[in-house]
């Protein structure tokens, strides 16, 4: 069959500022999912839509197209409330392992199909899949089995989600089109709308271990990816918050889950338990749950039950052990006073040269390396405290880390950091 539009007529109308058309759009990314247009191609058309852009009507076309490459899940047969909180990926984001048993545990129904970790932020399946036992991938009817007896399931989406986004995602991560804010709004927004769920809290992440760097750039990205949502009936919230300072003191999966059971206990780092129970407040408004009290459910054990239920029903042994590294090096104050800043992003990297990051998608990663932050800002030290301490299985790898960690702690007078919940849009 002959193609409706020349590939080519659509890369210069992007190229030149022109708008495409939906049926342009519709029949580019059909094409390109099916192998019909070729990478160097596509390639060419994301560099156009990085350097100029798409219109609200293309974004929103675009969008529909991507969903529109596989399957939108039904879950409208679940007899409660569904909700699902996506977050744009952050160093120590491990919000979601105590976020998703609580909500559940308050009422609603948690399906999240999660991602892995690629680049500095880690992924939630790498972080679950420390736990001895535990299995992201689940067939359709475990899945919904899990949804209606359990309430929360965290697991690999199948290839059959918007699979343009597999190959855009791919594609862009190799050409220098990641940080462009209508593809990042069309790749996590046309997997949440597929996904099924009624409402959707977006945690946007904002400072140097986040995609977007500045306020503004991230309202802007949280205001597109609102906007989606809502226009397809989804109820869509954004929370804007910090991610210039790791969240909590632990980064790193098997790190980061043992973090999260000290949340679900009762304990943690405050700013873990703040931001789950902001985020849990609003995914219950979100779902019509508006006389219900996460902390509760909290402080009383629910989600710790729900936690246990959750990661059996996926092969996980909710006792056991989590692996632990070989070698821990601790790098220590060189002066006395208050820490000023923990820079996120560094520290991100340096927890992926000691082995938990991937460099390429299958790339497999280590679940005991990490780095925890012994030291936060606000926190005043003495010459010679523990500021970092970095895990890993493999000695060589320290150095590299340190290297990367040069100047990531300052210490000084008073503590500068970005409020933990900077904004809310919609
Ligand atoms: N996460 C996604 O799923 N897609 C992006 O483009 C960026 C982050």
Redesign the pocket.
């Known amino acids: 069959m002959t193609a409706p539009f020349a590939v080519v007529d659509v890369i210069r109308t992007k190229r030149d500022g022109g708008e495409l058309t939906g049926a342009q759009i519709d029949w580019v990314i059909d094409a390109y999912t099916r192998g019909a247009v070729a990478e160097e191609q596509m390639s060419a058309l994301l560099m156009a839509i990085f350097l100029r852009g798409m219109s609200d009507r293309e974004l929103v076309r675009w969008t529909m197209a991507m969903i529109n490459s596989g399957e939108r899940m039904d879950l409208s047969g679940l007899a409660r409330p569904t909700v699902d909180k996506h977050s ?2 952050g160093v120590g984001d491990k919000i979601t392992l105590p976020l998703a048993p609580l909500v559940a545990a308050c009422g609603a129904v948690v399906p999240q199909l999660s ?1 892995r970790g690629l680049g500095h932020t880690g992924g939630t399946l790498d972080k679950l899949e420390a736990i001895p036992g535990w299995r992201a991938t689940l067939t359709s009817e475990e899945y919904l089995r899990q949804l209606h007896e359990v309430g929360a399931v965290v697991c690999a989406a199948g290839a059959a989600l918007a699979p343009a ?1 597999r190959k855009l ?1 791919a594609l ?1 991560d190799v050409t220098g089109t ?1 940080d462009s804010i209508p ?2 709004a069309s ?2 927004m046309s ?1 949440k709308i597929a996904e099924g769920a009624s409402a959707l809290v977006l945690d946007v992440k904002v400072g140097s271990g986040a ?1 977007m760097k500045d306020v503004a750039t991230a309202r802007t990205l949280a205001e597109a990816m609102v906007a989606l949502g809502t226009a397809q009936g989804m109820r869509t919230v954004a929370l804007l918050t910090a991610m210039d300072t790791p969240l909590g003191r632990a980064v790193g999966h098997a790190l980061e889950v043992a973090e999260a059971l000290d949340v679900l206990a009762g304990g943690g780092p405050p700013d873990v338990v703040e931001l789950t129970l902001a985020l849990a407040r609003e995914m219950l408004d979100a779902a019509g749950l508006v006389d219900v009290d996460p902390a509760k459910a909290l402080a009383d054990g629910r989600a710790m039950d729900t936690w246990r239920r959750m990661i059996a029903a996926q092969g996980g042994d909710p006792d056991a052990r989590l692996p632990r590294a070989s070698e821990v090096h601790t790098v220590t104050a060189a002066r006395a006073g208050v820490v000023t800043s923990v820079d996120a992003y560094p520290v991100g990297i340096a927890s992926w040269r000691l082995g938990a990051g991937r460099a390429r998608k299958e790339d497999p990663v280590s679940a005991t390396a990490g780095v925890v932050v012994r030291a936060r800002p606000g926190d005043r030290v003495t010459v010679g405290a523990p500021l970092l301490e970095l895990h890993t299985d493999d000695p060589d790898r320290i150095e590299l880390a340190l290297a990367t960690l040069e100047g990531a702690v300052t210490i000084g007078d008073a503590a500068q950091t970005l409020p933990l919940i900077v904004e809310r849009v919609g």
Do not use: N
Request: proline share 0%; glycine share 16%; aromatic share 16%.
């Open positions: 744009t990926g991602g986004d995602y862009r990641v593809l990042i790749s996590i997997k995609f």
